[in-house]
C-alpha cells in the first residue's frame, strides 16, 4: 500500500508539474510579444499600414522634367506625362511612348542624359528601356517603363531635374526571329 502511495504522489506532482510547464510556455508568447515590442526586435505586431519608407525626404519636393528625341529615325518618342514633383526617396514610375512610322523594322537604343549633370549620380534605375536594344517594326508602338528613385542625399539647390533620352539606330543589329525579316 505504501509504495501505491507513493506512486500517486508521483503522479500527482508529475502532473502538476506538467500543467506548470504547459502554463509557463504558454505564458512566454505574450511576455516575448512584449520584449519584442520594447525593444523593436522582430515587432510582428506592429501592423503594415505603421510602417514607413523612412529614406524618404517628405521636406523636400523636386520636379522631375522628361524629354525625349530620336537621332536619324522615323521614330516618335515622347514621354507619357511632361512633368511629375517627387520626394527624394520616393520610388518613381514613368513611361514613355516610341513609334516607328519607318516602313522598315529598325533596332533602336535610348541614351539617357539629365540637366543639370550632377544629377545622373543621384537617379538610381531599377528598370529602363535604356538598359537594351528596342526593336520596332515598321509602324509597331510600345509603351516603355522607367523605374527610379531619386537619391535623397541630392543636393538641397538642385529643385529641378530633366530626363531626357535621345533614340539612336543601332547599325548592324539582329532583329528578332519571326519578325519577318529572314
Known amino acids: 500500500?505504501?509504495?501505491?502511495?507513493?506512486?500517486?504522489?508521483?503522479?500527482?506532482?508529475?502532473?502538476?508539474f506538467a500543467v506548470l510547464m504547459f502554463g509557463f510556455g504558454f505564458a512566454l508568447v505574450p511576455f516575448y510579444e512584449k520584449i519584442c515590442e520594447v525593444t523593436g526586435i522582430n515587432n510582428l505586431i506592429k501592423p503594415a499600414a505603421a510602417i514607413e519608407n523612412t529614406?524618404?525626404?517628405r521636406s523636400?519636393?523636386?520636379?522631375l522634367e522628361f524629354d525625349a528625341n530620336s537621332h536619324g529615325l522615323d521614330w516618335e518618342f515622347k514621354p507619357v506625362l511632361n512633368s511629375v514633383r517627387v520626394h527624394p526617396g520616393e520610388m518613381i514610375h514613368v513611361?514613355?511612348?516610341v513609334r516607328n512610322n519607318g516602313d522598315k523594322a529598325i533596332v533602336g537604343q535610348a541614351i539617357?542624359?539629365?540637366?543639370?549633370?550632377?544629377?545622373?549620380q543621384y537617379v538610381k534605375k531599377m528598370e529602363c528601356f535604356c538598359f537594351k536594344?528596342?526593336?520596332?517594326?515598321?509602324?509597331?508602338?510600345?509603351r516603355m517603363p522607367v523605374q527610379?528613385?531619386?537619391?535623397?542625399?541630392?543636393?538641397?539647390?538642385?529643385?529641378t531635374i530633366t530626363l531626357s533620352y535621345t533614340f539612336f539606330e543601332v547599325k548592324g543589329a539582329a532583329l528578332p526571329k519571326g519578325d519577318g525579316q529572314g
Do not use: C, H, W
Not at 112 to 120: E, I, M, R, T
Not at 148 to 159: C, E, H
Open 112 to 120: 539617357p542624359s539629365y540637366g543639370p549633370k550632377l544629377a545622373a
Open 1 to 16: 500500500m505504501n509504495k501505491e502511495k507513493a506512486n500517486r504522489r508521483l503522479l500527482t506532482r508529475l502532473s502538476v
Open 95 to 97: 513611361e514613355y511612348d
Open 148 to 159: 527610379f528613385v531619386i537619391d535623397s542625399t541630392l543636393p538641397a539647390d538642385v529643385n
Open 55 to 57: 529614406q524618404i525626404d
Open 133 to 142: 536594344q528596342q526593336p520596332l517594326q515598321a509602324g509597331e508602338g510600345k
Open 60 to 63: 523636400r519636393t523636386i520636379t
